[in-house]
């Protein structure tokens, strides 16, 4: 594995990101939250995951403190220019053959914005803990194949907005009682079960199980 650290300018901002590279035909984009980030347990088995199966993982590091003091619209506008570059930049520069998303919080704003792309219609596309009445309209318009998983105790829930995402060819999980970071309170074992069980669901929409 070769792990390649590289940039791009977006509107003045130099936006950077982590290319792991295991000389495959399959890339997976990480897209952090504001501050879940890489290193954090759904991040850190997902990439283990996409690695143990020497897929190709770009992690993007496009939040920057600027975005906080911008207006929602702004910052959203923004958000979805970095990712969108970063993303055009590598499937430009590398031939895959698949590509996969997996996003987390404020990731899943930009993320959802890539639904639309015409090159990404086979793409597969996993929404962790989504900012629900921001990304369902464009999460219910989409086609594509993956996975959304929030808990009933995070505070972006909405009944009304995940029942919009119900058109989607999305698998939705709801975790009873899992907050924004998918813990279960402080109830250790019991948050550690949610783990387990979302990263067999993030596997299982993403890509065939390794065999025994």
């Given at each position: 594995m070769h792990i390649e650290q590289s940039s791009i300018v977006v509107d003045q901002t130099t936006v950077s990101y982590d290319h792991f590279q295991m000389g495959s035909k399959q890339v997976c984009f990480l897209i952090s939250g504001a501050s879940?980030?890489?290193?954090?347990p759904y991040f850190y088995?997902?990439?283990?995951?996409?690695?143990?199966?020497?897929?190709?993982?770009?992690?993007?590091?496009?939040?920057?403190e600027d975005l906080f003091s911008m207006?929602?619209?702004?910052?959203?506008?923004?958000?979805?220019?970095?990712?969108?570059?970063?993303?055009?930049?590598?499937?430009?520069?590398?031939?895959?053959?698949?590509?996969?998303?997996?996003?987390?919080?404020?990731?899943?704003?930009?993320?959802?914005?890539?639904?639309?792309?015409?090159?990404?219609?086979?793409?597969?596309?996993?929404?962790?803990?989504p900012v629900l009445t921001e990304v369902a309209e464009q999460i219910a318009n989409s086609s594509q194949g993956g996975l959304l998983v929030i808990g009933t105790a995070d505070k972006f829930y909405d009944e009304a907005a995940l029942e919009t995402c119900r058109t989607s060819q999305l698998t939705i999980d709801i975790m009873e009682g899992a907050n924004h970071s998918l813990d279960q309170g402080f109830e250790v074992d019991q948050s550690l079960a949610v783990l387990g069980r979302v990263v067999r669901q993030i596997e299982a929409s993403l890509f065939e199980p390794l065999p025994k």
């Open positions: 879940y980030l890489y290193d954090h088995y997902s990439r283990m995951a996409l690695l143990a199966r020497d897929i190709d993982v770009i992690c993007i590091h496009y939040v920057t207006s929602d619209t702004e910052s959203n506008t923004c958000m979805t220019r970095r990712v969108d570059a970063v993303v055009s930049e590598v499937l430009a520069t590398h031939t895959y053959e698949n590509v996969q998303f997996i996003a987390k919080s404020l990731g899943t704003i930009p993320l959802a914005a890539l639904l639309a792309k015409p090159s990404l219609q086979t793409a597969r596309f996993v929404f962790l803990t």
